[in-house]
């Protein structure tokens, strides 16, 4: 496998991890105004 394939299979990872922390970090955020459970169900 050549250099290239090998940088752009690295991008895509990096991009995929990204994009998921990012609704992750989204999602966590609207939840502390909200005022709502992180991954829904009522914890207490």
Do not use: C, D, E, W
């Not at 752009?8 to 998921?20: A, D, E, N, Y």
């Amino acid at each position: 496998m050549s250099i290239a394939a090998k940088r752009i299979i690295i991008l895509l990872v990096i991009i995929v991890v990204g994009v998921v922390l990012g609704r992750l970090a989204v999602r966590g955020f609207m939840n502390i105004l909200l005022g709502g459970t992180m991954f829904g169900g009522n914890f207490l």
